[in-house]
């Protein structure tokens, strides 16, 4: 009866610690090819934070496609243009497709041209 519920026991422990694994690495674990998204939400006053991130995914290979989830007004003229000749770049090396909020005006809307679709 001892044995029985020791191995009951080790074998819940085993099945816990297999769990917590993999939730802690889940997102890290990918079959086939991925479609990143880059998140531009609100006023563009920066454009460090986004180049970056465009640029990460650019180097990839299992990320086939950029969704840029484009809701913003716009914003500063200089990262506006840093940003569109980042995507602009990025069409060269993978697929990027462009998904407009409820608003996608001025630097919103420019950062948005290069794209494939």
Do not use: H, W
Request: charged share 25%.
């Amino acid at each position: 009866m001892k044995k029985g519920c020791l191995f009951i026991a080790g074998f819940l422990i085993l099945l816990i610690v297999i769990s917590v694994i993999f939730a802690v690495f889940q997102k890290n674990v990918s079959l086939g090819e991925k479609v990143a998204v880059v998140r531009i939400e609100g006023p563009i006053m920066d454009s460090k934070n986004t180049i970056d991130e465009i640029k990460g995914y650019l180097k990839d290979a299992s990320i086939k496609a950029i969704v840029l989830r484009v809701d913003s007004p716009g914003g500063a003229v200089a990262p506006s243009q840093e940003i569109y000749e980042e995507v602009k770049k990025a069409t060269l090396k993978k697929k990027v497709i462009v998904s407009m909020g409820s608003v996608a005006a001025s630097g919103g809307y420019y950062i948005s041209a290069p794209a494939d679709r």
